[in-house]
């Protein structure tokens, strides 16, 4: 299991504005970012696995985060807004990380998976994953609630099956959450969801959860330069768990 304090490419439409980055060239002829190196090393360094036991996902170490689709720094054009998605996949930046409370997130993906399925080779769509999150209120957390919940992301998403659910919850005091984490795996027993994972959990819930035999496959937390926290005590629970 992989404690993933997760670099988070925020997604823009502005990306071919910008200054190409060190590594990367572009050509003025085709506004793509292309790789200036393409060996096989190259690629699969851009790329990582996280994994608990049986269940693993492999996605990029760096991930189109969708916040800012939420509305808060305002509006979005919706076909802007996919085609910045389309161009990030086509760069190689096919990870992209939302939940369902940022705002139009969820259906935007359903847009852009769809447009790659109409313009897009089949085996181009192996390298495209959709990680969502789930916050639900603090209500009793029967298996009926978390499958609804759960069943409106792959709507919206417009997949049978969701790549990552991470899942978050507000109060420690109120232990439902591991009733919604069983839930939650039995949905991914019958193939609703490929890989439970995490968001902002503590050590000590996070301990708890693996001795329930939960199998988390990550943990997204808060880590910079100024938050290190995660390399504490979050990380070496992970490494005993991957151990």
């Given at each position: 299991?992989?404690a ?10 502005n990306l ?11 050509s003025?002829?085709?506004r793509?970012?292309r ?6 090393e ?7 696995v ?13 991930l189109?985060g ?7 720094w305002?509006?979005?054009d919706?076909?802007?807004a ?10 190689g ?10 705002g139009?997130?969820e259906d935007l993906?359903g ?10 080779p089949?085996?181009y ?8 999150k ?13 499958r ?6 792959l709507k ?26 069983k839930?939650?795996t ?7 969801i490929k ?20 199998p ?11 938050d290190?926290r ?7 629970l ?6």
């Amino acid at each position: 299991m992989a404690a993933t304090a997760m670099s988070v490419h925020q997604l823009t439409s502005n990306l071919y504005n910008s200054r190409p980055c060190g590594g990367f060239r572009r050509s003025e002829k085709s506004r793509v970012v292309r790789c200036c190196e393409s060996t096989v090393e190259v690629a699969e360094k851009k790329k990582t696995v996280v994994k608990n036991g049986n269940d693993s996902l492999e996605i990029c170490r760096v991930l189109n985060g969708m916040w800012q689709t939420s509305g808060g720094w305002g509006r979005i054009d919706r076909d802007d807004a996919v085609q910045a998605m389309l161009r990030y996949a086509d760069a190689g930046l096919s990870t992209f990380d939302m939940a369902d409370h940022y705002g139009p997130a969820e259906d935007l993906y359903g847009i852009f998976i769809n447009k790659v399925r109409r313009e897009r080779p089949p085996e181009y769509l192996e390298n495209v994953r959709g990680l969502t999150k789930w916050v639900p209120p603090p209500v009793k957390m029967t298996s009926s609630f978390v499958r609804d919940s759960i069943n409106v992301s792959l709507k919206r998403m417009d997949v049978p099956a969701l790549d990552m659910l991470q899942f978050h919850w507000w109060d420690y005091a109120n232990t439902g959450y591991l009733d919604a984490l069983k839930h939650l795996t039995d949905l991914k027993e019958e193939g609703k969801i490929k890989t439970v994972a995490l968001t902002n959990f503590d050590t000590l819930r996070l301990e708890k959860i693996l001795e329930n035999g939960i199998p988390v496959v990550s943990n997204q937390v808060q880590h910079s330069i100024v938050d290190m926290r995660p390399q504490q005590r979050i990380a070496k629970l992970c490494q005993l768990t991957w151990s």
